[in-house]
């Protein structure tokens, strides 16, 4: 059962989100629950790569709990999509010792053959110690 946009990512391989780190070092331990994002900056990049990876489960887990079925929702419709690159453009607080943060981003993915990308300016809220994604703004 494999489809075209499985990658074949090991904790040795570089991570999809573009850090320049290996999965290993850089979004597995986020995406197996044994480390939370401690940044703004760090969450997003870890949801694009669950995004490139198909991470359904975690992409549900890191947006407030009433929005998670829309999130499960939306990436089997996305499955189709090869996401390619990861942008960060601008980050707006979301550091260590804050709750509230922006990231302005450029995703670009494959789908159907063309490419395309989206650029948002994500909103993040911090709830008992964690990150989670609450909306963003599309960008021209
Ligand atoms: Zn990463």
Redesign the pocket.
């Known amino acids: 059962m494999s489809n075209s946009t499985s990658i074949a990512v090991t904790s040795t391989t570089a991570?999809?989100?573009g850090?320049g780190?290996t999965?290993g070092k850089?979004?597995q331990p986020f995406h197996a629950g044994s480390k939370l994002p401690a940044t703004a900056v760090q969450l997003m990049?870890?949801r694009y790569?669950a995004f490139a990876l198909g991470l359904g489960q975690y992409l549900a887990e890191t947006v407030p709990e009433e929005k998670a079925h829309e999130f499960a929702a939306r990436t089997v419709s996305r499955q189709k999509c090869r996401w390619t690159n990861l942008e960060i453009i601008k980050t707006e607080a979301g550091g260590l010792f804050e709750n509230t943060g922006y990231v302005e981003f450029i995703a670009s993915f494959t789908e159907n053959g063309r490419r395309e990308t989206l650029h948002e300016n994500s909103r993040f809220l911090r709830h008992n110690g964690k990150w989670l994604y609450v909306d963003g703004e599309m960008l021209p």
């Open positions: 991570c999809p989100c850090t780190q999965y850089c979004c990049r870890s790569c």
